[in-house]
């Protein structure tokens, strides 16, 4: 399961390693069920790595590395966003 903080830092980094073309962002689940990185550099090619693993008392785990540029990105970024109209930010949105 992911929660909203746990998504807003990946989020965060994942939009300073784009406009710097720089650095990591990590996304990890509290279970660690799910690892994603996205590695950039100055190339503007980015590494994406991770694992996936959804009952980790079965030894069967999902290993994958995506290379691809930073304009790919992009859509992820757009997408993080809208979920942030909707339910808010780091802590969510206050109900009135």
Known sequence: MLYLPILHRFFIALKQCHDTLSGEAVLE???????????????????????????????????FVIETDQTQINESIS?????????????GKRKI
């Open 79 to 91: 997408s993080l966003k809208a979920v942030y109209k909707v339910f808010g930010g780091n802590k």
């Open 29 to 63: 689940n509290m279970a660690r069920e799910l690892e994603l990185k996205c590695a950039f550099n100055k190339l503007s090619h980015v590494i994406v790595s991770g694992t996936f693993q959804a009952n980790p008392s079965i030894n069967n785990v999902l290993s």
